[in-house]
C-alpha cells in the first residue's frame, strides 16, 4: 500500500486546513485509514481514524474542530481541520492499517498554525 498525502501549509489561528491523502496499491487489504501527528520533542500521536464502515475516532484535543471522511471509491482519506490551535502544529502522517494489522505510513506533510 503506498499513501500520497497533500494539503497543509501554514495558517493563522483560528484558520482552517484540510489534508488528503490517497491509497494506491493493495487497497482491497485496508481496513481503515488515519491521520497521526508528531510535534517537535513529542511522540506520534493519533488524530483521528476511520473504519471501512466509516466509525470514527478522535483524539480529545480535535474532537468538534477536525472531521475525517473516506471515499472508499477513490481511496481517499480528508481530515478537515477547522478552528486551528498553534498546538496543532506538527508534521501529519497518513496512515493506513491492512488486514493482519501492518500500519503503512505515507510521508508526513507539515501543518503550522500561528498565533
Known amino acids: 500500500v503506498q499513501l500520497q498525502a497533500s494539503g497543509g501549509g501554514l495558517v493563522q489561528a483560528g484558520g482552517s486546513l484540510r489534508l488528503s491523502c490517497a491509497a494506491s496499491?493493495?487497497?482491497?487489504?485496508?481496513?481503515?485509514m488515519g491521520w497521526y501527528r508528531q510535534a517537535p520533542g513529542k511522540q506520534r500521536e493519533l488524530v483521528a481514524h476511520?473504519?471501512?464502515?466509516?466509525?470514527?475516532n478522535y483524539a480529545d484535543s480535535v474532537k468538534a474542530r477536525f472531521t475525517i471522511s473516506r471515499d472508499n471509491a477513490k481511496n481517499t482519506v480528508t481530515l478537515q481541520m477547522n478552528s486551528l490551535e498553534p498546538e496543532d502544529t506538527a508534521v501529519y502522517y497518513c496512515?493506513?492499517?491492512?488486514?493482519?494489522?501492518?500500519?503503512?505510513w505515507g510521508k508526513g506533510t507539515q501543518v503550522t498554525v500561528s498565533s
Open positions: 496512515n493506513a492499517v491492512v488486514v493482519g494489522w501492518a500500519n503503512y
Open positions: 496499491g493493495s487497497i482491497s487489504n485496508i481496513n481503515s
Open positions: 476511520i473504519t471501512n464502515g466509516g466509525r470514527t
